[in-house]
Structures are given as structure tokens and as C-alpha cells.
């Protein structure tokens, strides 16, 4: 990296450019992110970049946390949590709303605020919705600041299942048949909202998939066999999302491919393919975090289905507009490969499948970690 747009100290000297790494958050993969942000802390280049730790509480509230990676592990089997690890239970970083100032404060309550210096790029290690929706995005749009990652439109898409479908489908990528359930129709007429669904499944078979429309990590999620389960699955659904959506039971092997922008454009990683898991219903919430990760990288595939898949998965991150990174999850069925979604922050703890991927296609962690903070730094906030 050229180092003539790097901002300069108080001594005009160059200075390393500043990270702020942010995690935890208000979703329900609080635990999970805080977990990745102490991979982040410990592969981040610090001969190259200065590091800000900033955790956010399960409540929303922005804490100044150690840097230390240590105590962001799981220990025995419990998730770490940031109102643990933070500073104070009352102080506050604020990352002001002026693009002239990448000034970021620190106020407790009776005190003077704290000025903790400039941060130059910010890296949201953040799942789910208030981190990977668009939200976040669109507080550091407004403050100016470069951030790693998908900006708000295509944040917002990869969150929410049915408009992720809608662009797809517009961009001729195969998706699976689905149907959604606004608030207000399951509100005002259940039993309308009911024959919908019996409509799909009389079309489509039984089991159906009922899922909060923006979650992840399986939250919310029922594989429903019958009429009978229908209203405690579309209840657990809501329970996340008053939105939801319904999906036709995909067969098929589940073949997932990492996405990574470098400096000429959007590559994709060799493919990984997750096998089914005996002890779950299907790969959920446990499976994919508390277990070992089980995916086979790279996937068993013929060399057309590899260069079909990633094709795929550049194409999905073209047409949702992404930036940074994203892992693409496919089903290979007997017609061929459909796209069940994509995570603009998918899992990043170093044994998560998209790091593995990019591990497998060369691809360190630490220089993963480095390519997305350099990929960042490459733009600025705004149209783009
Ligand atoms: N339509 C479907 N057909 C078959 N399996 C599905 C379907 N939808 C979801 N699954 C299973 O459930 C898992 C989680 O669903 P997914 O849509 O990926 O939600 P999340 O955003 O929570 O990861 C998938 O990885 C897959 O194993
Ligand atoms: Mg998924």
C-alpha cells in the first residue's frame, strides 16, 4: 500500500492506520462475534495497523473493551459476553456523525469526554441484524469513516431472505420457491395467511422450511412436517422476525464458496461442501459454532460443478452489490445448483468455513484479515 494518502501524526510523521474493531452487538450471534473478534485482535498485522477494540452490549450500548484476546474465548462451552469484558457499565464510545472528524470519544456519565484519537477504517465483526443488516453501515456512511465489508444496500439485501431471493431471481440466479408472510397479513387474517401457506405446501410437499425473514445462524428456524406444527413454527419465527418467509424442502448436497475482493475485483475461494449432521436436525445454531466446524474443504465436486459454483457465487455477490467478502451457500440438486443465500459477514473464527476456504485457495488468516482491512482503505465512504 502506497503510504502518500496515509494521515499523518501530530509530528507530520506517517502513522499506521488505525482499525477499530467492533463486535458483540445486539443479535443473537453476540457470543459467536466477540469469539471472532479475538481471532481478529490476534492475526491483525500490528507492525502495520493500530488496533481499537470497541464491543457493544447486548443492549446496543458502544463499550471501550480490552484488547485482549485472551479472555474473548469460549470457556467451557459459554459464549463470552461484552458487558463482561467492558471497561464500565456506563461509558460510552461515540464515533461522531461529521465526516470532517474521524475523532472517536469516550463520555461517562459526570466526566469530561475522552478523546481516544482517529480511526481510519472500521471493522465490524457483526452478525445478524444491527451489524450486518445495513444499519451500522449506514451510522459510519454518515460519519465518514471506511469500513470493511458490504455497504448498506447490499448488507440490508444479504439480511433479509426475500429480497435477497427478488435479486437474485432478477439477476437469473436459481433460487428454491418460497413464500412470505407480511406482519400485517398474519395480524388481520390468520386463517388467510394459513391457506397461503397450505397453497405452497399443496404445490410445493410438505416439510417446509419456516424462517424469521432476516435472522441467521438457524435462529428461529422449524422444519415443519405437517398442518399440525404450522403455528408454533410460524410463533418461533416471529419470535425473531415479524416477517417471515416459507420455503419448499431443497434436496440436495449444501456446497458453500467464499467470495474476497483484491484489488482487480471479486475472486472466488475453492468451494466446501457441509455434510449432512446426524445429530441435528439440520445444520444449526450448535452444529455451526459449538461443535467443530465439519465441512470438507474443498468440496467433492467434478471440475465443471467447482467452476459452476463459483461462477455462482461471483455472480451473487455482483448482483447484490456486495463488497469486501461474502460466502455464498448453494444446495447442488439433481437440476443443478440453487442459491439458498449469502452472509456479507459469514462466521470468522479460523476454523469457520469461509476462512477455511480461503485457506485452502492460499489464503491465510492473518492475510485474510489483511486483505479486507486494505480493501477498505482502497475506497471512501459515499456513492461508489
Ligand atoms: N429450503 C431448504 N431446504 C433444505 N434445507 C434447508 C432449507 N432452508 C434451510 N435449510 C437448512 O437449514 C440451514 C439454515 O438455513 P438458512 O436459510 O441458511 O438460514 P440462516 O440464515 O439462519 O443460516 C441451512 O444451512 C440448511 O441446512
Ligand atoms: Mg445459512
Known sequence: MSTENLPQSADQQPRKPRVAVVFGGRSSEHGISVVTAGAVLRAIDRTKYDVLPIGITRDGRWALTA????????????????????????????????????????????????????????????????GEDGTLQGLLELSGVPYVGSGVLASAVGQDKEYMKRVFTSFGLPVGPYEVIRPREWENDRAAARKKIVDFAGEHG??????????????????????????????????????????????????????LEFADGPRASVPAEIPPVQSHDFYDFEAKYIDSASGLVPAPLTEEQTAEVRRLAVAAFEAASCEGLVRADFFLTEDGFVINEINTMPGFTPISMYPRMWQESGV????????LVQAALRRTTGLR
Open 67 to 130: 484488547d485482549d484476546p485472551e479472555r474473548m474465548a469460549i470457556l467451557d462451552r459459554r459464549q463470552p459476553d461484552v458487558e463482561q469484558l467492558a471497561e464500565s457499565s456506563e461509558g460510552v464510545v461515540v464515533l461522531p456523525v461529521d465526516p470532517a472528524s474521524r475523532e472517536v470519544v469516550y463520555s461517562e456519565p459526570g466526566s469530561v469526554p475522552k478523546a481516544l484519537g482517529e480511526v481510519d477504517v472500521v471493522f465490524p465483526v457483526l452478525h445478524g441484524p444491527y
Open 206 to 259: 410438505w416439510p417446509l422450511f419456516v424462517k424469521p425473514a432476516r435472522a441467521g445462524s438457524s435462529i428461529g428456524i422449524t422444519k415443519v412436517d405437517s398442518f399440525e406444527g404450522l403455528d408454533e413454527a410460524i410463533e418461533t419465527a416471529r419470535a425473531h422476525d415479524p416477517k417471515i418467509i416459507v420455503e419448499a424442502l431443497l434436496r440436495g448436497r449444501e456446497i458453500e464458496c467464499g467470495v
Open 364 to 371: 491465510s488468516y492473518p492475510e485474510l484479515v489483511d486483505l
